[in-house]
């Protein structure tokens, strides 16, 4: 038995120094934001407030989801070329919903409610799987880079990942014409 242990830890201290450093951290944090009302309409008037507090909210809609994603590096150069020795990739997602905090007996208004916040959850959550996998995306290809001309590395390297930013961006995008930010599914 001690023998298997330290063949598996030095498997692991063979994968850990091949490279060091490099990993994708992606943090993931649900915030909500106070509602009230004693009825539907009530709810919606404090939800039209409310969403205004939303860190970046610049349109009115009643949840949102921002990312924060970056990248350092460091390379290893082989004569006039130089490639990715390591790479780290943290990404920040932060989901902004409502939460209603003195819901009535009311149980058409409740169940609306319930609807809705559904709504808001799973549409929420598809911005965060679009993020997610576009960070991975961007991984995989700083990760895949082929050596280049040392010179203009870090700006090809940072323009690359930018392209996987965009992407994001214009998925997260499309993601919200083609449901009508949620409503439509």
């Excluded at 008037?45 to 939303?54: C, D, G, H, N």
């Excluded at 290893?76 to 989901?95: E, F, H, P, S, Y």
Aim: aromatic share 10%; hydrophobic share 40%.
């Amino acid at each position: 038995m001690g023998y298997f242990l330290k063949g598996v830890l030095g498997l692991s201290l063979f994968l850990v120094s091949w490279r060091a450093f490099s990993q994708v951290e992606i943090s993931e944090e649900t915030n909500y934001f106070d509602v009230s009302g004693g009825s539907k309409s009530a709810v919606v008037r404090s939800l039209t407030e409310a969403r205004k507090m939303i860190p970046g909210q610049t349109e009115d809609y009643d949840a949102r989801t921002n990312w924060d994603v970056q990248w350092n590096f460091s390379t290893v150069r082989n004569g006039d070329t130089c490639k990715i020795d390591q790479l780290n990739i943290t990404a920040k997602i932060r989901v902004f919903l409502p939460q209603w905090i003195d819901q009535p007996n009311d149980g058409s208004a409740v169940e609306w409610w319930l609807h809705y916040v559904d709504l808001l959850r799973k549409h929420e959550a598809q911005h965060v799987k679009i993020t997610r996998e576009g960070v991975q995306q961007i991984y995989e290809g700083l990760s895949k880079l082929a050596p280049m001309p040392c010179e203009g590395v870090a700006a090809a390297i940072n323009a690359k990942g930018q392209l996987g930013l965009d992407t994001i961006a214009t998925n997260n995008l499309t993601l919200d014409e083609v449901t009508n930010h949620g409503i439509s599914k």
